[in-house]
């Protein structure tokens, strides 16, 4: 039995503007994606010759997290689709392999746990290929990402980057330090597409929740490394939308915001990301939290975090 051992970060939107919805069911962004040091780590075993046809027999999560009520491990998800999208594209005949996937990243929270699986299954992938013909060029992963899902192409990126179109187009941000955080799953999972037409039906009734477009202010902020300019710049669109679909996010808000610099909703929530001055800081600020909250899930974390990459082959 041999394994190729892959892993990808956990994000948080350090500034998410959501524009109109496009005819495609996807609305325009300008989002700074930051990865974090929290990451999800996927193994494919490998056993056999060479087959032709679908490359994955069987996929297993283990969950160091709350795990979720449905059974993910079928076709559907995403690393099990990334496997079977490259092999495929790839050509080339390679031995079934068993996924298994080490869940560290919060499920349905915001945090593109899901999309980091598929990042780290696409570069494990093109590894299995590479032992059996030609990889697939940086290009065509890419591509694969974004057919995915929108979020993917960054998993695969790491770093902070500014994301246009729904998110997918990159661009490398300038950013000075670290920055540290601390994660809180208030365990009400919130679907991404229910967070994006909320909030077009929110602007129908409400004019003032404008779209946020412009990223000026904290690409400032993160080019001078100031963590309280940091903080102020932070903004999410989806923050409303969040609130709305689960009020008790409010009180998260404001006692995570009273620990640390900021709290803000991550992406489409629930995740809730504090912000803080120091290492220190995001431990006084995580205990504080769990005393309050104390069904809640929390961990730190420090970003920038690099992109999928593949850990081992053995
Ligand atoms: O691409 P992904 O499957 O992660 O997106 C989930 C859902 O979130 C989409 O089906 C869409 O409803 C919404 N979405 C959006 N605009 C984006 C990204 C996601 O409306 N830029």
Not at 34 to 39: E, I, L
Not at 45 to 68: C, L, W
Not at 222 to 244: C, M, W
Request: aromatic residues 6%.
């Amino acid at each position: 039995m041999r394994e190729i051992v892959a892993s990808a970060p956990g994000k948080v939107n350090l500034h998410l503007g959501v524009g109109e919805a496009r005819a495609d069911g996807y609305h325009d962004l300008v989002s700074v994606f930051h990865a974090v040091d929290r990451r999800e780590v996927v193994r494919l075993r490998i056993d056999g010759d060479p087959v032709a046809g679908p490359a994955v027999e069987t996929m297993r999560t283990t969950f160091f997290v709350d795990r979720p009520d449905e059974d993910i491990d079928g076709p559907g998800n995403l690393a099990w689709r990334a496997v079977e999208a490259v092999v495929a594209r790839a050509g080339v005949a390679v031995p079934r392999v068993r996924i298994e996937v080490d869940k560290h990243v919060f499920v349905a929270g915001g945090m593109a746990g899901g999309s980091a699986d598929a990042a780290a299954a696409l570069v494990a992938a093109n590894a299995l290929v590479a032992e059996y013909g030609e990889p697939l060029s940086p290009q065509v992963l890419y591509e694969l990402a974004a057919s995915l899902g929108a979020d993917v192409p960054f998993s695969l990126m790491g770093g902070t980057a500014l994301g246009t179109g729904r998110g997918d187009e990159l661009v490398e941000m300038l950013s000075r330090g670290r920055l540290h955080w601390v994660f809180i799953n208030p365990k009400i999972g919130i679907n991404t597409g229910k967070a994006f037409s909320l909030l077009d039906d929110l602007r129908h009734g409400n004019p003032a929740l404008l779209p946020h477009l412009d990223s000026a202010q904290l690409s400032q902020a993160l080019t001078s490394g100031d963590v309280g300019r940091i903080a102020a710049a932070l903004h999410n669109d989806l923050e409303e939308p969040a609130l709305t679909l689960r009020p008790v996010l409010k009180r998260v808000l404001a006692a995570a915001g009273d620990a640390g610099r900021r709290a803000i909703v991550s992406g489409s929530g629930p995740t809730v990301a504090v912000l803080c001055d120091s290492a220190d800081a995001t431990r006084f600020a995580a205990e504080h939290v769990a005393e309050q909250f104390d069904a809640y899930e929390v961990f730190v974390a420090e970003g920038p975090d690099h992109g999928a990459v593949v850990e081992r082959v053995s």
